[in-house]
């Protein structure tokens, strides 16, 4: 089913679905579609929807319900990533590949260490919407605003955190072992302040390191989810 190409609306009404602009336009203009096709359709959620196309008008396509495929394309946990914010390009590949690779939430952050604090939301919203078509999901990632770091390590956080760091005491990474829902801090170039790492700590953030290189921060929330998102 990851193969297939679907769509995304947020108009769904008991069994119908309402594709217009964007998805409506590529359905009918690019691919041609006519009644009675069938086509996939998300609600963005994590509900996949298998359709018949019931009629393809000037501004919108309207199609039928025919079947259901609850979470389709995504993962067994919830890793979501926060992350220091970076340089325009390398964020973009960031977003993109973080969505490949199943991460559930982004919550950009302003550090100590941070040279970019301000993103191109609809940009960043083109770029993730692209990515979970591409790959096959059913639930578009949230990406949230961004905020200064201790503001977020200072959130009531229900599952367990872990803090990046490049300290050699610090414990591996690792998979295996039951997959668990959890929140991975990501500095940007030049990682955390040591204070930064203190306030997660006491915060209940666990350190930990994901290798003995160093590593761009879009290549290391790429390795940390490879590594803990089943």
Request: net charge neutral; aromatic share 6%.
């Given at each position: 089913?990851?193969?297939?190409?679907?769509?995304?609306?947020?108009?769904?009404?008991?069994d119908l679905v309402c594709l217009d602009r964007?998805?409506?336009?590529?359905?009918?203009?690019?691919?041609?579609?006519?009644?009675?096709?069938?086509?996939?359709?998300?609600?963005?959620?994590?509900?996949?929807?298998?359709?018949?196309?019931?009629?393809?008008?000037?501004?919108?396509?309207?199609?039928?319900?025919?079947?259901?495929?609850?979470?389709?394309?995504?993962?067994?946990?919830?890793?979501?990533?926060?992350?220091?914010?970076?340089?325009?390009?390398?964020?973009?590949?960031?977003?993109?590949?973080?969505?490949?690779?199943?991460?559930?939430?982004?919550?950009?952050?302003?550090?100590?260490?941070?040279?970019?604090?301000?993103?191109?939301?609809?940009?960043?919203?083109?770029?993730?919407?692209?990515?979970?078509?591409?790959?096959?999901?059913?639930?578009?990632?949230?990406?949230?605003?961004?905020?200064?770091?201790?503001?977020?390590?200072?959130?009531?956080?229900?599952?367990?955190i872990y803090i990046c760091d490049n300290q050699?005491?610090?414990?591996?990474?690792?998979?295996?072992?039951?997959?668990?829902?959890?929140?991975?801090?990501?500095?940007?170039?030049?990682?955390?302040?040591?204070?930064?790492?203190?306030?997660?700590?006491?915060?209940?953030?666990?350190?930990?390191?994901?290798?003995?290189?160093?590593?761009?921060?879009?290549?290391?929330?790429?390795?940390?989810?490879?590594?803990?998102?089943?």
């Open positions: 089913m990851a193969n297939e190409q679907f769509f995304f609306s947020y108009r769904i009404e008991k964007d998805e409506h336009h590529h359905l009918s203009r690019v691919l041609r579609k006519i009644a009675g096709d069938a086509v996939l359709v998300s609600d963005g959620k994590g509900m996949l929807y298998q359709t018949e196309i019931l009629h393809v008008g000037q501004d919108e396509t309207h199609c039928r319900i025919t079947g259901t495929f609850p979470l389709a394309g995504e993962s067994a946990n919830k890793v979501s990533l926060a992350v220091g914010m970076i340089k325009t390009a390398h964020w973009e590949i960031l977003l993109e590949k973080a969505v490949e690779l199943g991460v559930y939430e982004i919550f950009p952050i302003i550090t100590r260490y941070t040279v970019k604090s301000g993103m191109k939301r609809e940009r960043c919203e083109k770029i993730i919407l692209s990515a979970v078509k591409q790959c096959g999901r059913s639930r578009i990632p949230e990406l949230h605003e961004p905020l200064p770091f201790s503001d977020l390590v200072r959130k009531k956080h229900k599952d367990p050699e005491d610090y414990p591996l990474l690792r998979t295996g072992g039951t997959p668990e829902d959890c929140l991975v801090l990501v500095g940007p170039e030049g990682g955390f302040h040591p204070d930064e790492i203190r306030l997660a700590r006491d915060a209940g953030a666990r350190p930990v390191v994901l290798t003995n290189r160093r590593l761009r921060t879009e290549t290391a929330c790429m390795l940390t989810l490879s590594r803990l998102v089943v």
